[in-house]
């Protein structure tokens, strides 16, 4: 059974601050990852999605890396804005229909 | 486009009681998701469907049931309640050949 862990659960920066999130999977046979936002109440947003043949995907200030043999993925957030506030979950897909989440990183960014 | 919406919003039950959880979206997608969101437990598979007519078991299917008798819609229910049951129920969906999943905002239920 696939297992995915975050770290760390949570993580307070102050505004302007690169920061870097980290993902990591237990089975490296996955067809992708995907990062998602969170804010308090809402669902989740799709932030990148990275095929299993791709190494990164980049959108704006932010940057996902992957690296299937390792079993590890990061998320680079550039700048941090106070707006970037939320909670930040990876996912990865191994079988083309399921997908297992991890557990999520509540990022705090202080003006 | 609405997207992705679930219906109720909130819902308290009693334990025993039965419900049933709507999501519908609009965007003509084959494969519809139910997770469950509990602090500290992430998201975790209830049932999923590949399209109209078909459904499959996720990672914690008991105490559930579903259906897909639209392409539309997808329907979650619960026969007989049970506090463990209490959880935020997040409806997802994407169409085939890509794996970008649309969200719905949730369902907070709690059972008493």
């Known amino acids: 059974k696939q297992e995915v862990t975050q770290i760390p659960a949570a993580l307070s920066v102050p505004e302007g601050e690169n920061l870097v999130l980290n993902c990591s999977f237990t089975d490296s046979a996955i067809y992708n990852l995907q990062w998602f936002r969170q804010d308090p109440g809402k669902g989740l947003t799709s932030l990148l999605l990275?095929?299993?043949?791709?190494r990164e995907q980049t959108s704006g200030r932010l940057n996902a890396s992957l690296d299937k043999s390792s079993g590890r993925s990061t998320l680079y957030i550039a700048a941090s804005q106070p707006g970037d506030s939320a909670t930040y979950l990876c996912a990865v897909c191994n079988t083309g229909n399921q997908f297992y989440f991890g557990t999520g990183t509540s990022l705090t960014v202080i003006p | 486009n609405a997207g992705v919406t679930q219906t109720p919003k909130f819902r308290v039950l009693k334990t025993g009681q039965s419900m049933t959880l709507l999501c519908a979206q609009d965007?003509?997608?084959?494969?519809m998701y139910w997770y469950r969101q509990d602090p500290g437990m992430g998201l975790r598979l209830i049932h999923y469907?590949?399209?109209?007519?078909?459904?499959a078991k996720g990672e914690v299917p008991d105490g559930y049931n579903v259906s897909r008798l639209k392409k539309q819609n997808f329907l979650l229910g619960l026969e007989s309640a049970a506090p463990s049951q209490t959880s935020v129920y997040f409806c997802a969906s994407r169409l085939a050949g890509t794996y970008e999943q649309y969200f719905g905002p949730g369902t907070r239920l709690t059972v008493t």
């Open positions: 965007m003509n997608h084959e494969y």
């Open positions: 469907s590949v399209g109209e007519g078909t459904t």
């Open positions: 990275i095929q299993s043949s791709q």
